[in-house]
């Protein structure tokens, strides 16, 4: 048995030594916010937290991570970016949703008030496949409290 | 599961990593040596790669940390791209790692694996070639040290069973003067068509590119009196093949090169000679 620490809980599973986190994650686990993608270390879906920084689930094994504390999204419960992500409309089908998050929790962490290249160099790390790039830049802008510009079409 | 069977070796110590190797060579598995993982997983799914066993070093305190002392700067192998870029410790290095991959994958790209790893890339050893860095490599027969430029040569070249344990930069390299461009196709988040590095080491303009051939290579010029025109004369000696791929063909990364040169000299401020 394998002993990981999952948003808060600590939890005993069967892991084969060639599992990767997202599969544990997934499949084992039954934590099913954590979306695969390309399964390529590419699109940034299956992104979690491990002691706070953002990596790739898809591409880490499980056990280099036990005994290490993992957040995925399901940790996380009506953050301040969360709901920004909401009001900004910063998700379209929701796929990448997960990762976007937090992803960018962990910028917010370290960078109250990130700057635009802070943003870009953070956020490339995650694809959206709706392309919906504008809305998640000004749910993490809103989230830093950064003054966003009326986007156009707006009313005053 | 993407690795099938694999035996999975987590050492504390080099002797226990030595000994791991031991332990499964012996049995005939093919071993490998992990930092972060990146490239053997994707590698694997692609069905490229089937280790046998792998002896993962991030849990070995020599391989971590950045350190200064002796006149060197000295990185753990196990160090991700991430703190290196985050560093500053030696410019050049920093912005090279902060243009390899994303962030998040920074986050578990680890020095050692970025320079040993099987992809012809391998920019993070460009700062080590330009500035005259060592390699700290341990197996079986023993730990040694080795110059970056004899060690390197389009890989490195390890014995069976060793590993890279650190690498060090003289501490002058932090405020040596350097140049740094990297070219890509498709948008930051890529394999570079050219990643091309030079720096003013004594007296010479010393330059490394990765990207552009089937492995990053190093050469020196004399600074006195250097050109664009020496500088690519120089390169053309070498007699290296430009690659085409998907990306982009052998003459565009020719041209992209030959054109850094010259924007290196202008930045290390030897253009005007």
């Known amino acids: ?156 | 599961m993407i690795l099938e069977d694999v035996r999975y070796y987590q050492p504390e110590t080099i002797r226990e990593a030595v000994d791991a190797y031991r332990e499964a060579a012996a049995e005939g598995l093919s071993v490998h040596y992990m930092g972060g993982g990146t490239e053997i997983t994707t590698h694997a799914r692609d069905g490229k790669l089937a280790p046998g066993a792998l002896i993962d070093i991030k849990r070995i305190p020599e391989a971590n940390g950045i350190s200064r002392g002796s006149g060197v700067i000295r990185f753990g192998a196990a160090v991700t791209l991430t703190r290196i870029a985050d560093s500053g410790d030696v410019p050049l290095l920093s912005a090279t790692a902060r243009r390899i991959a994303d962030r998040t994958t920074r986050n578990s790209i680890t020095l050692g694996g970025n320079i040993a790893g099987m992809l012809p890339y391998r920019e993070a050893v460009l700062a080590f070639l330009i500035y005259g860095g060592t390699f700290e490599v341990t197996g079986p027969e023993g730990t040694r040290t080795a110059a970056a430029r004899e060690l390197f040569d389009r890989r490195v070249r390890l014995e069976d069973g060793e590993f890279i344990v650190a690498l060090s930069i003289p501490e002058s390299a932090s405020t040596a003067p350097w140049y740094y461009t990297r070219r890509e196709r498709d948008g930051r988040v890529d394999y570079p068509l050219v990643t091309f590095a030079a720096g003013l080491v004594r007296d010479a303009v010393a330059f490394a590119v990765a990207g552009a051939f089937l492995a990053p290579i190093a050469f020196s010029v004399p600074a006195a009196g250097v050109t664009r025109d020496v500088v690519v004369n120089e390169l053309k000696a070498l007699g290296l093949k430009y690659r085409t791929d998907m990306r982009g063909s052998a003459e565009y990364r020719r041209a992209l090169t030959e054109r850094a040169c010259r924007d290196a000299l202008d930045a290390l401020g030897k253009g005007a000679q």
Request: charge should be negative; hydrophobic fraction near 35%.
């Open chain 1, 1 to 156: 048995m394998t002993r990981l620490h999952v948003n808060g809980e600590e939890r005993e599973v069967v892991v084969r030594t060639g599992d990767t986190l997202a599969r544990t994650l997934r499949d084992t686990l039954g934590l099913i916010g954590t979306k695969i993608g390309c399964e390529n270390g590419d699109c940034g879906a299956c992104t979690v937290l491990v002691e706070g920084i953002p990596i790739k689930s898809c591409i880490v094994l499980t056990l280099d991570i036990a005994d290490r504390l993992i957040t995925t999204i399901e940790g996380l419960t009506d953050t301040p970016l969360q709901r920004a992500f909401v009001e900004e409309y910063g998700f379209q089908c929701g796929f990448c949703t997960a990762g976007q998050i937090l992803n960018a929790t962990e910028l917010l962490g370290r960078s109250p008030k990130p700057t635009d290249d802070e943003i870009r160099e953070q956020m490339e790390s995650n694809l959206c496949r709706c392309t919906g790039y504008e809305g998640i830049e000004r749910a993490v802008k809103r989230a830093a409290g950064i003054e966003l510009p009326l986007q156009k079409g707006s009313h005053t």
